[in-house]
T-cell receptor, first 107, second 114 residues
Framework: GIQVEQSPPDLILQEGANSTLRCNFSDSVNNLQWFHQNPWGQLINLFYIPSGTKQNGRLSATTVATERYSLLYISSSQTTDSGVYFCAVRSADGLTFGKGTHLIIQP | DTEVTQTPKHLVMGMTNKKSLKCEQHMGHRAMYWYKQKAKKPPELMFVYSYEKLSINESVPSRFSPECPNSSLLNLHLHALQPEDSALYLC?????????????FGEGSRLTVL
């Protein structure tokens, strides 16, 4: 089946810093989603981005489907950005999640 | 606010109990999903319903019994669970065909089996 790798696995930053999270996938995908799981467990949709670039406030994402990767950018981090960021891809295998990036933003 | 609602938020049950988790969505989606998530792991697919019919069962033990009474509701009936079944159970929905559209998750039901 398709493999999804996220990096880095853990990231600790000071408030106000910028960060880039990466998602690599091993095969063609129908679409790709980025989620933020908050400390209470809720999975929040950030981007539905099979290709191209999208922006939403301090967050933006870029997917280069031909090169099989996606990037999530977080600018001017806030403590509420803490949590786990998951990349999930849709393929013939269904929806496959990466293992996530655990982000901690310190005040 | 999430448009997929799950109840209860927390559930504690003994191994001999029978309980149910409930999920409701009003986005007009015709595909609904149950996922199980253990601590520090990504969600794992359990079941997929498409047009109220079970389309995917990921070899889930029979002590978990899903039910889709109508296009807006999804239940997960629990019976004779084991302590290792303790986890966060997430419901999700999407447009059909399943496994192609954007997935929307509920807040989850955190289950503890004693």
């Amino acid at each position: 089946g398709i493999q999804v790798e996220q990096s880095p696995p853990d990231l600790i930053l000071q408030e106000g810093a910028n960060s880039t999270l990466r998602c690599n996938f091993s095969d063609s995908v129908n679409n790709l989603q980025w989620f933020h799981q908050n400390p209470w467990g809720q999975l929040i949709n950030l981007f539905y981005i099979p290709s191209g670039t999208k922006q939403n406030g301090r967050l933006s994402a870029t997917t280069v489907a031909t090169e099989r990767y996606s990037l999530l950018y977080i600018s001017s981090s806030q403590t509420t950005d803490s949590g786990v960021y998951f990349c999930a891809v849709r393929s013939a295998d269904g929806l496959t999640f990466g293992k996530g990036t655990h982000l901690i933003i310190q005040p | 606010d999430t448009e997929v609602t799950q109840t209860p938020k927390h559930l504690v049950m003994g191994m001999t109990n029978k309980k149910s988790l409930k999920c409701e969505q009003h986005m007009g989606h015709r595909a609904m999903y149950w996922y199980k998530q253990k601590a520090k792991k990504p969600p794992e697919l359990m079941f997929v319903y498409s047009y109220e019919k079970l389309s995917i069962n990921e070899s889930v033990p029979s002590r978990f019994s899903p039910e889709c009474p109508n296009s807006s509701l999804l239940n997960l009936h629990l019976h004779a669970l084991q302590p290792e079944d303790s986890a966060l159970y997430l419901c999700a929905s999407s447009q059909v065909p399943a496994n192609t559209g954007e997935l929307f998750f509920g807040e989850g039901s955190r289950l503890t089996v004693l």
